[in-house]
């Protein structure tokens, strides 16, 4: 066992043009695209069929309809981002979507058609248009992950290292110049003239998730560490509608259900909705998710998704994966309403990017979940989240394929940028037990001063960790996990205000002072 990092580097293990780390939408649609110019080595810490881009059930949206256009599409985002999206971000977003998805449809994506082979579009909370793709009914993410890693797979110029977990940046003169990973509880140096992080989200943090186990930060970690910029990471959605039926792990219920009229009963079977929204269970996520956790709060529980309106045959034939899985826990949605609850779904925020993809440290691009764009603002619009990541990814390939390639060699130059570890190796159950606790209980749907600083001093009691540790990926994916929760909390404490996924009830409206954003960056942070 190690006490401390080597100051050796790893052995180098292989090289390529472009290095991209993870198997989501982003980063298949870019190691896709780049390889039809040079090799692409793909590192992905489980196996390529795992990422937050195959959970994806609700859809893909895109202005593809004759009654709909990327102008309305561009309204709808905005109206979703609560004053903090970037326009440019929006409109690259909405016009680049429509060709984008074209092309998923070109290479053999099976999004679901009515019987004149017309595109079956759907509509979502806060979206004006049906513009929803789906495939499979509620299994779009796995049938456009699929497709993509079929070409992936049968590509000569990709080569895919699976269950390689991405544990450090490297820099020459500050500029990224690969990573390393572990395989098998050992560090291996891969070195490349471009390193994008394609690594999802962070949805583990928390104790109440529908995020698969993989989430766990580790791209936005790595990424600061190296010096890149984080921003908006105290906007944090929360699925309203995640099964809520113990032992079931909390798994998601589309929004598409509600999409298709289901609509949420309190405990006394009362509708709440309306109450809260004009747009009742069409309203953003956030209000939805408010919505919920207020009748919950009021003892009003448990609340059920009742799908009572929406034909059986059309249940189990638009809805077939949540249909099988509530039927697989004694639970038969087509005849009985869904218990559900808010669990965390995804972060707004992540590593800044410009609108092609590059971060603050030169060589080193970001998309899809692991990235802030800008696109998402305060608050996500639903379906917009596997968009993103295609056209944002693919926006990355096409300034990469423009730009000379410069793989280094082997140098004492190199500089790996390890993880800092706050706690001991012995100790992760106690550790995960502890960072859950305070995630759910004060950095979730309803946050305040005295709880986020309880919870901020509570992390911060963490001191760096001296003890013998192993080359385990779960312990550093423990460590990133509480890095980026300590920047989360101090984020959530910073904005004295509510705003899109971040509501405070000691300061419950939103203010025009703060149509700014919160940004991490080398240990420092600023208010811009």
């Known amino acids: ?77 905005i109206m979703a981002g609560a004053g903090l999206c970037d326009p440019e971000a929006v409109l690259s977003l909405v016009y680049d979507g429509p060709k984008c998805v074209r092309r998923l449809i070109e290479v053999g994506v099976p999004f679901d058609r009515d019987s004149e082979s017309n595109l079956s579009l759907t509509r979502e909370a806060a979206h004006s248009r049906r513009r929803i793709l789906h495939a499979n009914g509620d299994a779009t993410g796995r049938a456009i992950t699929q497709t993509l890693i079929h070409q992936v797979i049968n590509s000569p110029h990709i080569t895919v290292y699976e269950n390689h977990f991405g544990l450090a940046l490297a820099t020459i003169n500050e500029r990224c110049c690969g990573l390393v990973a572990l395989y098998q509880n050992e560090p291996r140096l891969f070195l490349s003239s471009a390193v994008a992080l394609c690594t999802g989200g962070l949805g583990q943090i928390y104790g109440s998730t529908t995020n698969p186990s993989i989430a766990t930060g580790d791209g936005m970690a790595l990424a600061y560490l190296a010096g890149a910029r984080l921003k908006d990471l105290e906007f944090v959605q929360f699925h309203p509608t995640a099964l809520a039926l113990p032992p079931a792990p909390p798994f998601l219920i589309s929004e598409a259900v509600r999409g298709e009229g289901a609509i949420l009963l309190n405990g006394k079977g009362q509708r709440f909705m309306p109450e809260y929204h004009p747009l009742a269970e069409l309203a953003p996520r956030d209000v939805v998710a408010r919505g919920i956790f207020a009748e919950i709060q009021k003892g009003n529980q448990p609340v059920y998704l009742d799908l009572s309106k929406i034909p059986p045959a059309t249940i189990r034939s638009r809805f077939p994966n949540i249909y099988e899985t ?34 603050a440290v030169p060589g080193l691009f970001a998309a899809g979940e692991s990235a802030c764009t800008g696109v998402h603002g305060a608050n996500r619009l639903a379906s917009n989240s596997l968009l993103e990541g295609l056209v944002f990814g693919s926006r990355a390939a096409d300034y990469l394929k423009e730009q000379p390639v410069d793989i280094p060699e082997i140098s004492e130059q190199i500089q790996i940028h390890y993880p800092k570890r706050y706690t001991e190796y012995a100790n992760m159950t106690d550790d995960y037990h502890r960072l859950h606790e305070l995630t759910d209980n004060f950095l979730g749907i309803v946050r305040n001063a005295a709880g986020l600083q309880y919870a901020k001093e509570q992390l911060e009691k963490n001191s760096p960790a001296i003890g013998e540790f192993t080359w385990d990926p779960a312990y550093f994916e423990l460590q990133n996990m509480l890095l980026l929760a300590s920047l989360m909390f101090d984020a959530a404490l910073t904005r004295t205000e509510s705003r899109g996924g971040h509501y405070r009830e000691d300061y419950p409206q939103p203010h025009s002072d703060w149509h700014k954003h919160i940004i991490f960056y080398h240990s420092t942070k600023e208010v811009i």
């Open 326 to 359: 509530c039927l697989r826990y004694g639970l038969d949605i087509s005849t009985n309403p869904i218990p559900v609850a808010p669990a965390s779904h995804y972060v707004m925020g992540g590593i800044e990017t410009d609108l092609l993809g590059r971060t």
């Open 1 to 77: 066992m190690l006490t401390s990092y080597p100051s050796q580097l790893p052995p180098l293990y292989d090289t390529a043009p472009y290095i991209i780390v993870g198997s989501g939408i982003a980063g298949l649609a870019m190691a896709l695209e780049l390889s039809k110019h040079h090799r692409v080595i793909l590192l992905t810490k489980s196996s390529l069929n795992e990422s937050n881009s195959t959970y994806a059930q609700g859809g893909i949206a895109a202005a593809l309809d004759l009654h709909d256009s990327p102008e309305l599409h561009y309204q709808d985002t």
